[in-house]
């Protein structure tokens, strides 16, 4: 009998006090394929220094960082399996922590599941690097009270930066708080890779800084 797949739910050290926010990291796939996910794929392994500086900047604050990795390589069309996982990490993370608030950070692939679940219960926002958003309507979903972050790079190749500055643009038309950043380089954010860091971090914990201490579960 075959093994069933299964997602993964990173979870690093446990932050000093009371867990007041979560954020969870969502690595990029491929378009069509359900070979399982694998740890030492690049896709997860580039989103480590991620999820290291982002769990540096939050363990003192009550901030939790967990990395996903999905069941499966692939998006697969109307499948759309890595926003099922990211679903089952969002109750996860309910679970254990109720009434939460979350902050999304995705690249690529993991860029488009991060919009597909920025208007899921909870989810305070997202910060999309490099995202993958073929459609032309990916963040039209996104409550207005939702904060949107966007890094793409000018020389991206494998997906669109222009679509992703359209997506921002139309987003805050309908009043949404959301931001487009120009990086410099391609998709795989090799070139001042720190830059992508520090500015992923910073605006994740800026997020969470802008709700109200009742919200973040402490007291006033």
Do not use: C
């Not at 363990?59 to 967990?66: F, L, S």
């Not at 494998?158 to 950043?181: H, I, L, M, N, Q």
């Amino acid at each position: 009998m075959s093994k069933i797949a299964t997602p993964k739910l990173w979870s690093g050290p446990s932050p000093r006090g009371t867990v007041r926010a979560v954020v969870l990291v969502l690595h990029g796939g491929k378009v069509d394929s359900h070979a399982p996910s694998r740890p030492w794929h690049l896709s997860g392994l580039r989103m480590w220094q991620f999820t290291w500086a982002l769990r540096r900047a939050g363990r003192a604050d009550g901030i939790a960082v967990h990395q996903l990795q999905y069941r499966f390589r692939g998006w697969n069309g109307v499948e759309r399996s890595p926003v099922r996982d990211a679903r089952w990490a969002l109750l996860r993370i309910r679970d254990e922590h109720p009434g939460v608030p979350v902050v999304v950070v995705g690249h690529s692939m993991g860029g488009r599941t991060a919009a597909a679940v920025g208007h899921d219960p909870g989810v305070l926002g997202l910060v999309a690097l490099a995202p993958w958003w073929p459609d032309g309507d990916e963040l039209a979903n996104i409550q207005s009270d939702r904060s949107v972050r966007v890094l793409h790079g000018r020389d991206d190749s494998w997906t669109d930066p222009r679509k992703s500055s359209a997506e921002v643009e139309s987003a805050r038309r309908r009043g949404v708080d959301a931001t487009f950043v120009d990086m410099d380089g391609g998709h795989f954010m090799i070139r001042k890779s720190r830059t992508w860091v520090e500015k992923t971090t910073k605006f994740a914990m800026d997020i969470i800084a802008r709700v109200p201490s009742e919200e973040n579960g402490v007291s006033s």
